[in-house]
């Protein structure tokens, strides 16, 4: 049984967006965690917010929802099952620095 | 209330079959210093915390932490996934095969299967977070006893991302304990 799943290029590209953008969210929300009154990174937690909701809701169109319960919207046919789930993926080594 | 993202915190690629790389690295998932332990050791002791920041902090790594065991998951799934018997049986994976064949349990690398009192939940937020500093660096230190491990490329990539989230967690449970210290001397509403 292999459940491995081809991923369209596109959609490789995008998710690697995605996961950046919320990398650098992940740690200003831990940051902000201890640092609630810093300014700074406040505007850039908001700022890379937006540009986060952005991405997901386009890879969402494109190639279904990225979060469950309601987060995003399943246009058209309910995609959140669509494979590959994230474990399926054996990521390119391309990209890497 | 949680939601789930069907992405990883970090890719993960694998060379091939690995089941002895698998075995080690399993430890991240059930093992003492693991990421199942840090997840629910962090939930679970956010209740008790007296401060805001407290709360929110262990909320949210307690969160991030369930995201590295399943790329942990990943990992080892794609280790064994296509391991044929001779290479389970030369890793000494035997025993690991007869109770679960190659699916995915709480376990370290010797299979002892993962138990509560791997984490504490004392009450006292000073002696909490002293725990969760120590399990930070024990974490750091077993990465990289499994990155010493490591002879596949991919997953050394990913067991140093782990590695540097250890760090990074340390530095804001210390950040946390210094504002529950300054809380207790000098208190404040939350």
Redesign the interface.
């Given at each position: 049984m292999d459940h491995d799943r081809e991923m369209h290029p596109q959609q490789w590209e995008m998710l690697m967006d995605l996961m950046e953008l919320e990398f650098t969210l992940v740690e200003l929300n831990l940051f902000l965690d201890t640092h609630p009154e810093d300014a700074e990174a406040l505007r850039m937690f908001n700022r890379v917010s937006r540009e986060f909701d952005v991405v997901k809701r386009e890879y969402g169109q494109m190639f279904g929802p990225l979060v469950n319960f309601g987060h995003c919207t399943s246009e058209g046919e309910w995609k959140w099952l669509d494979m590959p789930w994230p474990w399926q993926i054996n990521a390119p080594m391309a990209r890497r620095d | 209330m949680w939601?789930?993202?069907?992405?990883?915190?970090?890719?993960?690629?694998?060379q091939g079959p690995n089941p002895k790389l698998a075995k080690a690295v399993i430890t991240q998932y059930g093992g003492p210093d693991g990421e199942l332990a840090a997840s629910l050791r962090y939930l679970t002791q956010r209740y008790t915390m007296p401060i805001k920041?407290g709360i929110?902090?262990l909320t949210?790594?307690g969160t991030?932490e369930l995201a590295h065991m399943?790329i942990v998951?990943?990992i080892v799934?794609?280790l064994i996934?296509?391991a044929s018997i001779e290479e389970i049986k030369e890793a000494g994976l035997e025993g690991y095969y007869a109770d679960h064949d190659k699916a995915l349990y709480f376990v370290n690398g010797d299979g002892v299967p993962w138990t509560a009192a791997y984490i504490q939940s004392k009450g006292d937020p000073i002696t909490d977070l002293h725990e969760d500093m120590a399990a930070e660096q024990k974490a750091r230190s077993t990465y990289e006893y499994l990155i010493q491990l490591s002879d596949d490329?991919?997953v050394t990539?990913a067991l140093r991302f782990l590695r540097e989230r250890e760090v990074?967690?340390f530095q804001?449970f210390g950040?946390?304990l210094m504002?529950v210290q300054e809380y207790y001397e000098h208190p404040r509403y939350m």
């Open positions: - | 939601l789930y993202e069907k992405k990883l915190e970090y890719p993960v690629s694998v920041e929110g902090t949210d790594i991030e399943e998951a990943a799934y794609n996934k296509d490329p991919g990539d990074v967690h804001r950040e946390t504002k």
